[in-house]
Every structure is written in structure tokens, then in C-alpha cells.
């Protein structure tokens, strides 16, 4: 991210003071801000680079804002939209830089605090970002940015309803916003409204003037999926026993266990897998259950090769774990780069999530269960948890420490990766960069290969109060996952770190507890 990570720390002093001036601002009187008239030529600049961000076209809106500011430089209402043209970009440093010090002039300026929560959301800072949002709504109860901010925080916190609550109320104040629009039909289908989730899409395209063909066609398809998804009966419906409890191989760090699928007596092998949201199926397993795609989506992007796969829609009837049987599963269907593993498919977290779940690496076992005591027990033990955060995409996040950055960093809690990971940008931080090592690791993502990639040795990784040292990782460019994240994320903590615990989640309360295999840890 654009934020350079030594600077973070400085970011903290200056939120903390302006906490304080939120509280004031709260109850301060209108008049006791000083204001300034804007100009109709001023006010017309702002109109059209807010039409184009908008359109995504950001650069072009930073470039208008840049000459207005600079024949107009005490202007704060330029300097609020050029740091939301500046976000849009993640240029989160200067971003903050120009929000910030509106902010504290102008204790009032409701626009310039909804701009900085967004900021800081961006960032994965989101108690931060709420406070920002909350003391914008206060300033201005008709603050579209402060509601849909607001929204998008608690979506990260799978606070769903609170989520489209606040959602709704940003589209009622600005109903040709196309974010809040593409954000309302991510927590709508994340809310099992497929059909609201597909008519916000829709609304979305019909509002968008984004001219990337790409992603308009990857939307048309997945309203279509949504819409063959509302009229199917309740999905993920269990049915059978309340729980279960399984064995798995470990193999390359990842999990691996034996189902089936639609009834057939073959049993199929899938990884345990917290890095996807969504059920994946290889397609030479679905050809051979004869599971045919439903609609295409175009292509997405990944990791791997040349950064993209076709989207295929599935659909399957019932998956079989163990005495659990799981009805109506939505997947996708994609090509398998790694042939070696013999792997069918990976249980993505929106089936998992259904369950209060248990991986112990120790004993080897994965466990789910829908029983209310289980639920207790593991509430009993919230000492031991720790928060856990949704990204868009649907991935965990967490808050991770690396020795020699003072500032936490946001890393996807992926069990499915055999290998931890690092962005790049990460990567070139002084008190990394002098960890790399010699040898160089081929990376199988979805989309394809990646050869030569470097790895480094982390003297220190912490998740919560459980640390490992001299944890192996890899540097790759997360751009691609962090264009759909919503928040920024710095890192993967794959399998080489998470094979020393037993990890139960619960998803519904967005915690997740550690405990160690070895008892000496």
C-alpha cells in the first residue's frame, strides 16, 4: 500500500487527537467553526471529479483537483475531495495527510471526517474508521459517505444486518453512488438475498459508468448465478447428525479430507480451505459427477500465470461429511494447475461458516458441529479468541505482527495455502528486505504458474498472543487480492504457521481460538 509502513505509528498519535475533536465536535455549535464560501466555478470543479471518480476515472479527477487546489490552496473543500480521489487510488499516505488537517481546522466538516474513515477503512484500521464515520453522521445526519462507510465497517465485522441497514440508508441519501450500490449487493448476497443481491447489482451497471468490459461482464454473469440462486430452496441446509468429526491428511501443510458429493459412493478429496469463500470443484471432477456449469462470469483475476481464470458457475445438490450432509452448495468450477496432488476441490468458508468448526493440526481432525453447547463451551473460552474480519471477497483476516514493523498488519487466515506469505510491498521494508533468502519457490495459484518467486525468513510472526519463529514466507504481489479485499491486506498466514495449533471458529461471533499442539509451547 501506498502508506509507508514506518509511518503508521505516526498515524496512531494523530487519530487519537482526533478522537478529541470528534467529542467536541459533537456538541459544538455550527457557528463556532470557521467556514469559508465556496465559489460556483470551486463548487463546479468538485461536482465533475466527483462524476469522475464515479466513473473511475480517478487519475483524471486527481489532476483536476490538483490544478483547482493549486490556484485555490486554502480551499478545504478541495483538499477533502482530492484526498477521496487520492484513496480511491490507495495513495493512503498523502491522502490522510490532506483529510487530517481539515479535519482538525474544521471540527464541523462532517465530509472531511466521513473522507478520512474511508481512508482509514481502506487501510484496516477499522475502529479507527467507525469513529470517523459515527462523528461524520453526527455532524450530518444526510452523510451518504459516513452511512456507506459505516455499512462497509460492519460487513468487515459480519455485523450483516446493521450492514444493510446503514447500506440502504447511504443509497436513500445518494441513490447514483455506484459503490454503494456494488456494496449493498455484496452484503445482500452475503445475506442469502439473492435476488435483492442481484437487483443491486443491476441497479449498479445501470448507474456505473465504469468502461472496464472485464468487470461488467463478470457482474452480468454472477446476477445471473444469483438470480438461478433465489429460486433455489434455503442453501447450505444441513441435514442429518448435528455434528461430525473427520480425519485429514496433512500434505504440503494443507488439510485434506474425504466427502461426497450428490450421493456418489466415490469419495472425492478436498482441502480445508479459510483462503476461499466460495466451494471450488476442479473440472475434471465435475465432469466426471457429470456436474455441468450453470452460466459462465466471465474471467476473474488470481494469482498465478497471467492473472486470470474463466468463471464457471455450479451447482451441487449435497455435499456428505461424514453424517453431516450439506444441501444446495454453490461452486465454481475452474481447470487444477497442480496435477501432482490428486485434489477434487477446496470447501470454501461459506459452507464452513454454517458450522462452529474445529482444524486441529495435532490430531489431525477437522470437526463441525451446529450443537448449542459446543457454542457455549467455546464462548466459556473467549480468553483464548481472537477478533476475526471478513474482507469482501470473502476471506478471514486477522491482525499479525512481524518483528521489525511496530504496526499490526492485516494477513487472510488461509488454511489452503501450504506456505506464508508477505505482499511485496511489505517485501521491500528495510527490516524484511535483509531476511531474504537464496532459494526461490515455483507458486500454483488459480489463475496458473509462477516461477521463481523469493522467499525470506521471518524471525518473528505473532497472530494474537501465540508466536512462531523462523516462519518461511513468500513475497507475492497481493494487488489483485486487495483490488477486491475492501481493506487493505499485507499478508497470508498459510499452513506453516497454522499446522502448530488446533483453530476453532465460530463464525457467527467473528472469533477464531488458537491452541497449540505441543504442549511445551
Excluded at 480551499?75 to 484513496?87: H, P, Q
Aim: charge should be neutral; hydrophobic fraction near 40%; glycine fraction near 8%.
Amino acid at each position: 500500500m501506498s502508506m509507508g509502513y514506518s509511518s503508521r505509528s505516526e498515524l496512531t498519535i494523530k487519530i487519537v487527537s482526533l478522537f478529541a475533536i470528534a467529542i467536541i465536535a459533537i456538541g459544538a455549535n455550527a457557528a463556532a467553526a470557521q467556514t469559508t464560501q465556496d465559489s460556483n466555478e470551486i463548487k463546479r470543479t468538485i461536482k465533475e471529479a466527483r462524476k469522475l471518480t464515479r466513473a473511475s476515472l480517478n487519475v483524471e479527477a486527481e489532476k483536476l483537483l490538483r490544478d483547482a487546489s493549486a490556484l485555490n490552496p486554502d480551499t478545504s473543500s478541495l483538499k477533502v475531495e482530492l484526498a477521496f480521489a487520492l484513496s480511491k487510488q490507495r495513495k493512503l499516505g498523502a491522502a490522510y495527510e490532506l483529510a487530517f488537517e481539515v479535519a482538525k481546522n474544521e471540527p464541523n466538516n462532517s465530509r472531511a471526517f466521513s473522507v478520512l474513515g474511508a481512508i482509514l477503512l481502506t487501510a484496516g484500521r477499522l475502529n479507527d474508521a467507525r469513529t470517523m464515520f459515527v462523528n461524520a453522521i453526527t455532524l450530518d445526519k444526510e452523510d451518504d459517505l459516513g452511512w456507506a462507510g459505516l455499512g462497509l465497517t460492519d460487513f468487515y465485522e459480519n455485523r450483516i444486518d446493521q450492514s444493510l441497514s446503514h447500506l440502504q440508508q447511504a443509497v436513500h441519501e445518494n441513490p447514483r453512488e455506484p459503490d454503494y450500490l456494488f456494496a449493498l449487493a455484496q452484503v445482500s448476497a452475503r445475506a442469502e438475498r439473492y435476488r435483492e443481491s442481484a437487483d443491486a447489482y443491476y441497479r449498479f451497471l445501470s448507474v456505473s459508468k465504469d468502461t472496464d468490459k472485464d468487470r461488467r461482464t463478470r457482474i452480468k454473469g454472477l446476477i445471473a448465478f444469483l438470480r438461478f440462486l433465489g429460486e433455489k430452496d434455503r442453501l447450505y441446509q444441513s441435514i442429518g447428525s448435528d455434528s461430525a468429526k473427520v480425519k485429514f491428511e496433512l500434505i504440503g501443510n494443507r488439510p485434506i479430507i474425504t466427502l461426497n458429493v450428490n450421493e456418489n459412493p466415490t469419495p472425492l478429496r478436498f482441502v480445508l480451505d479459510t483462503g476461499s469463500g466460495i466451494t471450488v470443484m476442479s473440472d475434471t471432477a465435475a465432469k466426471r459427477l457429470k456436474i455441468r456449469p450453470v452460466n459462465k462470469g466471465g474471467f476473474a483475476k488470481g494469482i498465478g500465470g497471467d492473472g486470470r481464470f474463466e468463471i464457471l458457475y455450479g451447482y451441487i445438490r449435497s455435499i456428505q461429511i461424514d453424517t453431516v450432509d450439506v444441501r444446495n452448495v454453490p461452486i465454481y468450477i475452474r481447470k487444477f494447475h497442480d496435477q501432482s496432488s490428486n485434489i477434487d476441490g477446496y470447501i470454501g468458508l461459506a459452507m464452513i461458516s454454517k458450522f462452529l468448526t474445529t482444524i486441529d493440526y495435532g490430531n489431525k481432525t477437522f470437526a463441525l458441529t451446529k450443537k448449542g453447547s459446543d457454542q457455549r463451551d467455546f464462548q466459556d473460552n473467549i480468553a483464548l479468541s481472537l477478533p476475526l474480519r471478513l474482507t469482501s471477497s470473502g476471506f478471514l483476516s486477522g491482525e499479525v505482527q512481524l518483528q521489525g514493523i511496530e504496526s499490526p498488519l492485516n494477513f487472510i487466515v488461509d488454511t489452503g495455502a501450504s506456505v506464508s506469505v508477505i505482499s511485496s510491498q511489505v517485501a521491500r521494508v528495510e527490516a524484511i528486505n535483509r531476511f531474504i533468502g537464496e532459494e526461490k519457490l515455483r507458486v500454483i495459484g488459480a489463475a496458473g504458474v509462477t516461477n521463481d518467486v523469493p522467499t525470506y525468513l521471518l524471525p518473528k510472526v505473532t497472530f494474537g498472543s501465540h508466536t512462531r519463529e523462523k516462519i518461511e514466507a513468500i513475497a507475492l504481489d497481493l494487488g489483485i487480492i486487495n483490488e477486491s479485499s475492501g481493506f487493505e491486506q499485507d499478508g497470508i498466514l498459510g499452513g506453516n504457521f497454522l499446522k502448530n495449533y488446533s483453530l476453532t471458529f465460530d463464525f457467527k461471533n467473528s472469533k477464531v481460538t488458537f491452541r497449540s499442539v505441543n504442549p511445551h509451547d
